[in-house]
């Protein structure tokens, strides 16, 4: 009684607070989007219609702040229709400044996306979208499909053989799913032949559905890709079928022990999406897909928040050039969002990157320098620098892929000089084949 009421927060205060945590948020993503300045503009004379490099980023607070960073699309190493390459210049074109490249089932073309990235200033993450089952009763090759995306630092997973053996076995069994799907289409009186569903897939790439469906419209048994999915594939259709994917919860698991993130695609797709988000949140989820194209899908953002994981989008880009299909970069995440994405995504990098930096100066031969260049690339190399021991390597390595910070939390102890001894004529030849 009788008292001063309590004054109320301005609203200009947290409108400053705001605006003070996205210029932070900015700064910080901006520092890891960009550790090197891009490379120089090109002369007008000489772009002969090409792409320029990025512009600097704009200021948070002022005609719009964000970095943009596409987190789900897809090159013609599995169902996308664009070389990695190609999807990078396009990428650049609609301003993307971090690209993760996530095909699905393989990470072939992580290199060649690096490569045509380095030309215009670009980030690359290393990704994959990697096929699983929910399978409550355990029972493989039952259950629901669902689809993980893995999200890897500059130096790809730390035990990438043991990574890569999961995505083959998964490979090899969308053979043997497609053959089947043609098998089950051909008895409903649907033909379509083994030798067009691989010529459309192309050489070397394991089939999907996108490409069985691209053979019903190429056969003129239904109008669209969509047509094919509703009427046979999809995952009710009368012509699905299952490969050999393993269980969601081993997939968390193998993306976190080789140094990922780990996100949940498109939930929306999902049959039963609490049962599988529960059981993945088990297991170690990091990560789901809430913002889309067409904005955010406030059901799973709420989902998201309930179960505490990092909300994320991307556009699912595929290339396909239908009217209904989100260009790459058209999900646009908040620069806070991408902000807390890093700071969980950084540190578990670069864990992952001292092992397999470890590993090369513990036993440094081919094999393990290999790993350390399969998508790293090294920046401002001049085609010659002194190497006299294994750590001079590592040191290389780190110096063209880390931010100064990131440098220090990848604390190496120097080594023996024994090192330079083995480490001197391995290293060479493999440095001098890098593109620079």
């Known amino acids: 009684?009788?008292?001063?009421?309590?004054?109320?927060?301005?609203?200009?205060?947290?409108?400053?607070?705001?605006?003070?945590?996205?210029?932070?948020?900015?700064?910080?993503?901006?520092?890891?989007?960009?550790?090197?300045?891009?490379?120089?503009?090109?002369?007008?004379?000489?772009?002969?219609?090409?792409?320029?490099?990025?512009?600097a980023a704009r200021m948070a607070c002022g005609s719009g702040g964000n970095v943009l960073?596409?987190?789900?699309?897809?090159?013609?190493?599995?169902?996308?229709?664009?070389?990695?390459?190609?999807?990078?210049?396009?990428?650049?074109?609609?301003?993307?400044k971090v690209l993760a490249l996530t095909d699905h089932d393989t990470m072939a073309g992580i290199p060649e996306a690096m490569s045509a990235a380095h030309k215009f200033g670009m980030r690359i993450i290393p990704g994959v979208e990697i096929s699983a089952l929910h399978s409550p009763r355990g029972i493989p090759g039952v259950g629901d499909p669902v689809h993980i995306l893995a999200y890897y630092g500059m130096c790809g997973p730390s035990?990438?053989?043991?990574?890569?053996?999961?995505?083959?076995?998964?490979?090899?069994?969308?053979?043997?799913?497609?053959?089947n799907m043609l098998s089950k289409l051909n008895t409903m009186k649907v033909t379509i032949k083994w030798e067009h569903v691989t010529k459309i897939a192309g050489e070397g790439v394991a089939p999907g559905r996108l490409h069985i469906a691209r053979a019903l419209v190429e056969a003129g048994y239904v109008d669209n890709v969509r047509e094919a999915f509703n009427k046979y594939i999809g995952n009710d259709g009368p012509a699905y079928a299952t490969g050999s994917e393993p269980f969601i919860e081993t997939v968390v698991q193998m993306i976190s022990r080789t140094g990922g993130i780990s996100a949940l695609a498109h939930p929306w797709s999902l049959k039963h999406p609490i049962a599988v988000i529960r059981s993945l949140k088990s297991a170690g989820l990091d990560a789901m897909e809430v913002y889309r194209s067409d904005g955010k899908f406030d059901a799973f953002s709420e989902l998201a928040e309930q179960y505490g994981l990092l909300k994320l989008g991307g556009s699912d880009f595929h290339g396909k050039g239908t009217k209904d299909e989100s260009d790459v970069g058209a999900v646009k995440l908040a620069i806070t969002t991408l902000s807390s994405f890093l700071k969980m995504a950084r540190p578990i990098w670069c864990s992952a990157m001292k092992d397999i930096l470890?590993?090369?100066?513990?036993?440094?031969?081919?094999?393990?320098?290999?790993?350390?260049?399969?998508?790293?690339?090294?920046?401002n190399f001049d085609g010659f620098v002194p190497i006299d021991s294994g750590m001079d390597v590592v040191n290389l390595c780190l110096s063209s892929w880390l931010s100064h910070d990131?440098?220090?939390?990848?604390?190496?102890?120097?080594?023996?000089?024994a090192y330079c001894h083995v480490v001197i004529p391995i290293f060479y030849p493999i440095l001098w084949s890098i593109p620079h």
């Open 406 to 417: 990131e440098m220090e939390a990848v604390d190496l102890e120097e080594n023996d000089e």
């Open 358 to 379: 470890l590993k090369f100066v513990e036993e440094p031969s081919t094999a393990n320098l290999g790993k350390i260049i399969k998508f790293g690339q090294l920046a």
């Open 159 to 179: 035990r990438f053989d043991e990574l890569d053996s999961m995505l083959l076995n998964i490979r090899d069994g969308r053979y043997l799913r497609a053959k």
């Open 1 to 55: 009684m009788g008292g001063k009421k309590r004054a109320k927060p301005s609203r200009g205060k947290k409108k400053a607070r705001t605006c003070s945590d996205q210029a932070l948020a900015l700064d910080y993503v901006r520092a890891w989007a960009h550790p090197a300045p891009p490379p120089p503009e090109p002369s007008t004379a000489d772009a002969g219609g090409g792409f320029l490099p990025p512009q």
């Open 69 to 96: 960073f596409e987190l789900h699309c897809h090159s013609n190493h599995s169902d996308g229709f664009m070389s990695p390459s190609a999807l990078v210049e396009r990428a650049h074109r609609n301003g993307v």
